[in-house]
């Protein structure tokens, strides 16, 4: 998989070996969460979540 280059206000993280984009807005959220991949019956993807493991 391929992304476009850094907008501007993006920045690039490299986590284990994985490279992800992280916008000014998302910032904030990023620093005490986790990036994980989910697959549940609501559907899959990326989600930002708590290091804890509990969301809401």
């Known amino acids: 998989m391929a992304l476009d280059a850094p907008q501007e206000n993006e920045?690039?993280?490299?986590?284990?070996?994985f490279e992800i984009l992280v916008n000014d807005d998302a910032k904030p959220y990023a620093s005490s969460n986790v990036l994980d991949y989910?697959?549940?019956v609501e559907g899959e993807g990326f989600i930002l979540q708590p290091e804890s493991g509990q969301c809401c």
């Open 38 to 40: 989910i697959n549940t």
């Open 11 to 17: 920045e690039i993280f490299k986590v284990d070996s």
